[in-house]
């Protein structure tokens, strides 16, 4: 995967698998060589698992090109520390490797924002924005963020909802 992904460039593929491993270690320390799995006894801890499990964050039916397409409720997003949230990421991002059409074709991410607050400056996105473009073998297609949107009597009048 990572040899497809650079291009068969071998330098720029070792160094991204490195990178990988890198970051895999400073993401889940002594748990870094456990399988990637939800049992809370491999890489991701019961804390790990639970926070997935609050649906936050959902792999939805691939795209008509075959692209993985990764959900995110805000709504649905909890309070936890960075490296939980770090960790969850990493596993999802290992999860999409298994989609092998992602290396060429990309993903799709939508972001439900609805009324919660997105602040892109917010360190754990930037963290987790910078592992995955330098770790991983794919990179989003695009991203698609769907707001909540109010009621507008001017727009109801044109478009009726």
């Known amino acids: 995967l990572f040899l497809r992904f650079e291009k068969f460039n071998t330098w720029a593929a070792a160094k991204r698998l490195a990178l990988y491993w890198k970051n895999r270690f400073t993401v889940f320390q002594d748990r870094a060589f456990l399988p990637m799995n939800q049992t809370g006894e491999g890489a991701l801890a019961k804390k790990d698992v639970a926070l997935l499990s609050t649906g936050h964050w959902a792999f939805l039916p691939s795209d008509s090109e075959g692209r993985a397409v990764l959900f995110h409720d805000a709504s649905r997003r909890v309070r936890q520390d960075h490296e939980s949230q770090m960790r969850n990421m990493f596993y999802l991002n290992h999860v999409i490797l ?10 799709v991410g939508i972001i439900h924002v609805g009324a919660a607050p997105m602040d892109v400056k917010q360190p754990n996105l930037q963290s987790i924005v910078s592992v995955t473009q330098t770790s991983f073998p794919f990179k989003y297609h695009c991203v698609h963020i ?3 949107i109010q ?5 109801e009048v044109s478009v009726p909802l």
């Open 146 to 148: 769907v707001a909540k």
């Open 151 to 155: 009621r507008m009597r001017s727009v």
């Open 98 to 107: 298994q989609h092998e059409d992602s290396v060429e074709k990309g993903i």
